[in-house]
């Protein structure tokens, strides 16, 4: 004869099946990591499903942490995640992609990815889910691209950053007056403006460009490779100068990691 069923409620303890009924499962890019207490680490990722997150991972700075490195800056790592009302707490992780492993040992790549991910942790802080994931889908294809040594790491980065820019509503303009928006080729270019302007428009001061280094911008923000990968140094580094104080401009802040244009 079957036994009744004990219809009591048990108690569940925080690591019962009750606790891990809460949790959700993502992927992500890992983009910054904060000390917590003795031996804990906040780590700041951006998903594709749901923005950016910051969750807590226990333990992860003792050396017998069963996270490993999968919580390393530019990682993509999949997560699952127990929500809490002041910090979710994470759980379990799985490396999807050794990015921060395939980006340490080359100084400008990893110079270049820093900034990429400081950019991206800037632009996804409001809870727009719908920005977040053409943002994520940038990013991610970025640093891939960084990974892969697939173009120059500056052109890499700066065309990243006029693209991230572009998705947060903030495009530049390139191929007509970005004041008055009269069509052709302008060669004065405005950061406050938001890209080339005519003669009539171009504030005093306003830097003037050739029609290689607007060419340049221009195939940037498009990804352009053919163009880009034709630029000289000069041009070079008139054109990420600009994108540099445009990024500043719109974010209100210097970033740090952003020196490595410079290189440039």
Same mark, same amino acid.
């Not at 929500?83 to 050794?98: A, F, G, K, L, S």
């Not at 003037?208 to 990968?229: E, K, P, R």
């Given at each position: ?175 007509? #007056?970005?004041? #008055? ?16 302007? #005519?003669?009539? #428009? ?40 600009? %994108? ?15 020196? %490595?244009?410079?290189?440039?």
């Amino acid at each position: 004869m079957n036994k009744p069923l004990n219809k009591t409620p048990r108690k569940r303890s925080r690591g019962s099946g009750t606790y891990i009924s809460q949790s959700y499962r993502t992927h992500g890019i890992v983009l910054r990591t904060y000390k917590l207490a003795e031996a804990d680490r906040i780590i700041v990722i951006l998903t594709a499903d749901r923005g950016q997150i910051r969750a807590v991972a226990k333990g992860v700075r003792r050396t017998t942490s069963k996270f490993g490195s999968t919580l390393e800056p530019f990682m993509h790592t999949r997560l699952q995640i127990v929500p809490r009302r002041d910090m979710h707490i994470i759980v379990q992780t799985e490396t999807i992609h050794p990015y921060g492993m395939m980006l340490t040992n080359d100084y400008d790549s990893f110079g270049a990815a820093s900034a990429m991910v400081e950019t991206a942790e800037q632009l996804t802080r409001d809870e727009d889910t719908a920005g977040a994931a053409q943002q994520y889908r940038l990013l991610h294809g970025a640093i891939a691209a960084l990974a892969r040594r697939a173009a120059s790491p500056i052109m890499l980065l700066a065309s990243y950053l006029l693209r991230a820019l572009a998705i947060a509503g903030w495009a530049p303009t390139f191929g007509e #007056c970005s004041k #008055c928006g009269i069509q052709g080729r302008h060669n004065w270019l405005s950061v406050s403006l938001g890209g080339v302007v #005519c003669d009539d #428009c171009a504030p005093p001061q306003t830097p003037y460009a050739t029609d290689d280094v607007v060419a340049l911008l221009a195939a940037l923000l498009a990804g352009d490779w053919t163009i880009v990968s034709q630029a000289e140094p000069a041009q070079i580094r008139q054109a990420t100068s600009f %994108v540099a104080q445009y990024l500043q401009y719109h974010l209100e802040k210097t970033l740090q990691s952003l020196s %490595v244009i410079d290189q440039g």
